[in-house]
């Protein structure tokens, strides 16, 4: 064990890795606090560029641009009262009102270190989680791993913040997409239309920049330019940061442990995590009629929450290569790229890697303290960036990055289309994120479906036979289920109780 | 572009049953029962199932308390600007540059084309020139640096070679 955490020192401070822990950070504090520039965008943006980067870097890249445009999303929040990334959403309010008291230093200094001290508990959480996880996963079968592959794609509809049913169907238009092209168990073209182009298949990653990149672009057409920000000077960030600490340990660490908690769950991620802590916090706070006033409790625990979330999501991302949000669905991806290829034997084989993983988070979390002041500091210049500046680079990346995935122009129209795609489906009420989960799952959950299928020679009973599998099932069925009976209890049960 | 529940649920039955159709035709492969229609046509199916849902309009009630508690939360920043029915074709502009990049980047090359495309954008978001000019004439040289340079991704020269290809 000790050779391996040797190794994995070794290969974290080679000078590739620290260059790109570095200039992702940087990357990810300025997109993050950019409003409508989301965490994940941010990581779509850099997948092209991880291509060309060692196993290590590449992974690095994403985790440190991630945790640092998840915190950076406070600081539109708290002066503009503009969320830069969704996973800031629930507290925007909060933050804004502690910045018009003119705690401003107070509110952004919170975002920084219980941003910091979530990351690190999920960090810790990743470390003691997976290593007896991958023991039990060893003994999956592909019955095992559909049902657990189903059940991912099933939290991520639950916990949208829209329709289930609407999430269900995104999810499944994922899925639809997945089956275009060659790579499927008869090897025959399947929806190719006759296009060479789609034998392959549809990549994921230039479906992910289309949805997240291009459709946010096409948004701020019409949207009107956000107010431009003051010039101001801030006082000490971090002073008083202890003493939250202390008054607030109870909050921080719950917050800690519902963000983990969320994290794990397949398909929820940080701006989940941040809704159900900061509604939690003023559930049980002894103060619950200072919220919405300006009071910074709400900020510590949902702050810590949306970061420890994080790390937390990469634990069935590397045991079973399902996402545990649409950030570490992007990282299965560069994984796979990398030759990471996740499973429980990752860290049996690769074991030295893995802790390369653990270290990455800790340095990214330890140096978001100092550079996210930084940030901070450096925020009044930042966000007066004009817009019309910005979007044009954004769609140049967009075109750029998408074409280096293989060099193929057929790429670029990909993230046209589903840029327009992920527009409409935005403006209808239908998640984008679950129709991402669907795409890059979706070969999973086809080659351990038919694989299963072929096993038991058609019949479905022994998907239902082994003990684990039997539970997952109950598990999924549950979840699908689920909005059908919610809407027969409203509509037939509830309504004459209130006759 | 807003569309009532009825009409997206009937595209999706619509969708859900041409896709199972597609996949019940798709050949077999031979000596094996399972092969690569089951997937698209159980797919398909629940695609049809899930519009039939969203057009009679199960569901709903959560994507309105959702959208409540945002806007209360201040997280809703999207209030579309009004200025007649055309101005809200502005949204393909994005998609549109991407096409063109396709039709015209390896005619004229990697510069030229993104300069367009990046003035074009910036104009479009209410730029002023000078701001339109100044990214238009940067942004294709910085990336152009960083991905032919430092990346090795093989853009197009076209009229404008740079100097570090």
Redesign the interface.
């Known amino acids: 064990m000790w050779a391996n955490y040797m190794e994995a020192f070794r290969l974290v401070f080679a000078p590739d890795v620290v260059i790109a822990i570095i200039l992702s950070s940087i990357y990810g504090l300025v997109v993050g606090s950019l409003?409508?520039l989301s965490a994940t965008m941010a990581t779509a943006l850099l997948v092209?560029?991880t291509?060309?980067l060692s196993p290590i870097a590449a992974n690095a890249t994403i985790i440190a641009a991630s945790a640092m445009a998840i915190f950076s999303g406070d600081i539109p929040g708290a002066l503009l009262?503009?969320?830069g990334t969704?996973a800031s959403?629930?507290?925007?309010?909060e933050a804004?009102a502690m910045t018009r008291k003119g705690q401003a230093e107070m509110a952004l200094g919170a975002g920084v270190w219980f941003s910091a001290l979530g990351g690190i508990a999920g960090t810790i959480s990743l470390m003691a989680l997976a290593p007896p996880l991958a023991e039990i996963a060893l003994s999956f079968s592909t019955f095992e791993y559909f049902w657990l592959a189903f059940l991912g794609l099933m939290c991520a509809t639950l916990v949208a913040?829209?329709?289930?049913?609407?999430a269900?169907?995104a999810m499944?238009?994922g899925?639809?997409v997945s089956?275009v092209g060659m790579e499927?168990?008869?090897?025959?073209p399947?929806?190719t239309f006759g296009i060479a182009d789609l034998l392959g298949g549809i990549e994921p990653i230039p479906a992910l920049v289309g949805v997240f990149a291009?459709s946010e672009?096409?948004?701020?057409?019409?949207?009107?330019?956000?107010p431009p920000m003051p010039k101001r000077k801030f006082g000490s960030i971090m002073a008083g940061q202890l003493h939250l600490t202390k008054k607030y340990w109870w909050p921080m660490t719950r917050g800690n442990i519902v963000g983990i908690i969320i994290g794990v769950l397949p398909g929820a991620g940080a701006d989940m995590a941040a809704w159900v802590s900061y509604a939690m916090s003023k559930k049980f706070s002894k103060e619950p009629e200072k919220f919405g006033t300006g009071h910074v409790e709400g900020l510590v625990e949902a702050g810590a929450s949306n970061n420890a979330s994080l790390a937390s999501g990469w634990v069935p991302a590397l045991l079973f290569g399902v996402p545990g949000d649409t950030i570490t669905a992007i990282a299965i991806g560069v994984l796979y790229m990398k030759g990471l290829n996740p499973g429980p034997t990752l860290f049996t084989e690769k074991a030295s890697s893995m802790y390369a993983l653990y270290i990455i988070f800790i340095i990214a979390n330890i140096i978001m303290i100092p550079l996210g002041i930084i940030m901070i500091r450096l925020a009044s210049r930042i966000l007066r960036a004009?817009?019309?500046?910005i979007?044009?680079?954004i769609?140049?990346?967009?075109?750029?990055?998408s074409?280096?995935t293989g060099?193929s122009?057929f790429a670029?129209?990909t993230?046209?289309?589903f840029?327009?795609i992920g527009?409409?489906m935005e403006?209808?009420?239908?998640p984008v994120a679950a129709m991402v989960l669907g795409i890059v799952m979706g070969t999973m959950?086809?080659q351990s479906?038919?694989t299963s299928?072929?096993k038991s020679?058609?019949s479905i009973v022994p998907f239902f036979e082994r003990p684990v599998s039997a539970v997952l099932a109950a598990l999924t069925i549950g979840a699908l289920a689920w909005?059908?009976l919610y809407?027969i209890w409203?509509k037939f049960l509830l309504r004459p109780a209130h006759a | 572009?807003?569309?009532s529940?009825r009409v997206?649920g009937t595209f999706?039955v619509g969708l859900g049953l041409v896709?199972a159709y597609?996949?019940h035709k798709?050949?077999?492969?031979p000596g094996?029962?399972?092969?690569?229609?089951?997937?698209?046509v159980v797919?398909?199916l629940?695609?049809a199932l899930?519009?039939a849902?969203?057009a009679f309009g199960?569901?709903?009630?959560?994507?309105e308390e959702?959208e409540a508690?945002?806007a209360a939360?201040?997280?809703e920043?999207?209030?579309?600007?009004e200025r007649g029915p055309l101005?809200?074709l502005?949204?393909?502009?994005?998609?549109?540059?991407?096409?063109f990049?396709?039709l015209v980047?390896?005619r004229i090359g990697?510069i030229p084309t993104?300069a367009i495309?990046?003035?074009l954008?910036?104009t479009?978001?209410?730029?002023r020139l000078k701001?339109?000019a100044?990214?238009?004439i940067l942004?294709?040289i910085g990336?152009h640096l960083i991905?032919y340079k430092?990346?090795?991704?093989?853009?197009p020269d076209g009229f404008l070679p740079m100097p570090w290809r």
């Open positions: 409003p409508g092209p560029v291509f060309y009262r503009i969320p969704p959403a629930a507290y925007t309010d804004y913040r829209s329709s289930p049913v609407k269900i169907a499944l238009l899925l639809l089956c499927n168990p008869g090897g025959v399947r929806f291009v672009v096409m948004r701020a057409m019409l949207t009107p330019d956000p004009p817009r019309s500046g979007m044009p680079i769609v140049l990346c967009c075109a750029v990055g074409f280096a060099n122009l670029v129209l993230v046209a289309a840029g327009v527009y409409v403006a209808n009420g239908y959950v086809e479906f038919v299928l072929i020679d058609g909005p059908v809407w409203r | 572009m807003k569309l529940d997206t999706l896709t597609a996949g798709l050949p077999p492969v094996q029962q399972i092969g690569p229609e089951v997937f698209p797919t398909g629940c695609i899930c519009g849902l969203i199960i569901g709903a009630k959560f994507e959702a508690d945002l939360h201040g997280g920043n999207i209030a579309v600007v101005y809200k502005r949204v393909l502009i994005p998609p549109g540059l991407l096409v990049y396709v980047v390896d990697f993104a495309v990046a003035f954008a910036a479009a978001l209410g730029a701001l339109a100044g990214v238009a942004a294709p990336i991905f430092l990346l090795r991704v093989p853009l």
